[in-house]
């Protein structure tokens, strides 16, 4: 059974960080490129961050120089540290998976407000 389960979102104030974690099994990490999308209300879900089989990364320009993608594939997981968070950082975090398939978890609820 593929599962991918975030965990790390939680209410911070302007300016801290959070590092969020995705635990992926089910499936053959290794060979799956990840990464991080976002959805705020009212809003299409974004792609934030990808990171690639040889650990390549590419960012949204919205969140380059402050956040950091990384995966561990010995551990299944792919991370998303996330610095100066701003308010528009608001938003549920979803992790994906995508190779022959794609996958999504469930999301976790990332909010910026002082």
């Known amino acids: 059974q593929v599962q991918l389960v975030e965990s790390g979102g939680g209410l911070v104030q302007p300016g801290g960080s959070l590092r969020l974690s995705c635990a992926a099994s089910g499936f053959t990490f290794s060979n799956y490129v990840m990464s991080w999308y976002r959805q705020a209300p009212g809003k299409e879900r974004e792609l934030v961050a990808v990171?690639?089989?040889?650990?390549?990364?590419k960012y949204a320009d919205s969140v380059k120089g402050r956040f950091t993608i990384s995966r561990d594939n010995v551990k299944n997981t792919v991370d998303l540290q996330m610095n100066s968070l701003k308010p528009e950082d608001t938003a549920v975090y979803y992790c994906?998976?995508?190779?022959?398939?794609?996958?999504w978890g469930q999301g976790t609820q990332v909010t910026v407000s002082s």
């Open positions: 994906n998976a995508f190779f022959m398939q794609t996958y």
């Open positions: 990171i690639t089989r040889l650990s390549s990364t």
